[in-house]
């Protein structure tokens, strides 16, 4: 009975000490009515952490500050937003600068000032230094990575948000869906529009009368008949793109915000330790990922863990913050978390 006790004390003592060492980094999206984040719900949750004291970093000022100080306060918090929609600036931006709260921004550079969706680099200008931009690649595009058959255009499976230009050509029911991954996180396969057109003149004289299982057998015997015109990109072209990509991507951030470049959040959450070294090398310091859970105060910005709060009501974003302002909370919380098991690509 007093050694269950003792440890409770113990565990009791570590959760207490625990609490205000962790540093929650929440991730928004859009913020409009019709988003996952209604204006009013951020003004909510914002006014909380106010209500909390939290003491506000954006990516640049938590460097800054770690790099003076060792870490960061206690009771700290990150706000991230990704993609660089013009609402950061028309709803969120008021919100945050009510409250005195900073926040970073990770532009897809490639759509700053060609889609009216998205930000210019006057109201990056205009909300520096409370808001400060870095990078998510340029187009945050996806590309073909395997020859494994996934669906049939029009059939079955599906084509998420962001492979829009995958074919180089219109898309047609009868299309192959190829296994596809990130632009930067997963290797590139080159494949000829022929290729596509010959796929669907296949399956429309063969496969389209036969079931689900039938059309991935006999379809993935088509694409393996035809891999050696598919080409499969190295590690060395691969690497030399990506870091082409980033270093055009900071160029254009740096010379249209008048920012330093020097932090990245993975495109669609996915990681890559290849992918990894290779920007680190061409200078990227910080990296923000799609994993659940807290971070200490040191801030260990080669992985940098990240909530969303997409689609959360303020019921889950007080939980959220309170599990994940305690080290120890927050550490379970990421070992609980069945999502996080998705994101790290190995090959």
């Not at 996806?142 to 962001?162: H, Q, R």
């Not at 072209?237 to 330093?260: H, I, P």
Request: charged share 25%; net charge positive; proline share 2%.
């Amino acid at each position: 009975m007093i050694i269950a006790i003792i440890v409770l004390v113990i565990i009791l003592a570590l959760l207490w000490w625990a609490h205000g060492e962790g540093v929650p980094v929440f991730l928004y999206h859009e913020v409009r009515k019709d988003s996952g984040t209604h204006p009013l719900l951020l003004e909510s949750e914002m006014s909380y952490l106010a209500s909390k004291k939290a003491k506000s970093f954006n990516f640049t000022t938590a460097k800054n500050y770690i790099d003076m100080h060792g870490k960061l306060p206690r009771n700290s918090v990150i706000i991230t937003l990704d993609d660089g929609y013009e609402d950061n600036y028309s709803k969120a931006y008021p919100i945050f600068k009510k409250h005195n709260i900073s926040a970073t921004i990770f532009v897809n550079s490639g759509f700053v000032g060609k889609k009216a969706e998205f930000l210019t680099y006057e109201q990056m200008r205009e909300m520096h230094p409370l808001i400060d931009v870095q990078t998510h690649t340029r187009y945050h595009n996806k590309n073909f990575s395997s020859l494994k058959l996934i669906g049939v255009i029009g059939i079955f499976g599906e084509l998420k948000n962001g492979v829009d230009d995958i074919y180089g050509i219109s898309r047609e029911v009868g299309f192959p869906i190829l296994e596809y991954g990130g632009e930067i996180t997963h290797r590139k396969l080159s494949i000829s529009s022929a290729f596509f057109i010959q796929f669907k003149k296949y399956f429309d004289e063969n496969l389209s009368d036969l079931t689900e299982k039938e059309i991935l057998e006999r379809g993935q015997g088509f694409v393996n008949e035809r891999a050696d015109d598919i080409c499969i990109e190295s590690d060395e072209m691969w690497k030399k793109r990506v870091a082409e990509a980033y270093l055009c991507n900071r160029r254009d951030l740096e010379k249209g915000s008048g920012q330093q470049i020097e932090h990245l959040a993975w495109p669609w959450g996915y990681y890559n330790k290849k992918t990894h070294q290779w920007l680190k090398e061409s200078g990227v310091v910080g990296f923000a990922t799609c994993i659940r859970g807290t971070n200490s105060r040191k801030l260990n910005f080669e992985w940098i863990r990240r909530n969303s709060i997409q689609n959360a009501n303020m019921k889950k974003f007080k939980f959220r913050y309170f599990i994940c302002k305690n080290l120890i909370l927050g550490w379970i919380y990421e070992k609980l978390s069945t999502k996080n098991a998705k994101w790290e690509i190995k090959e």
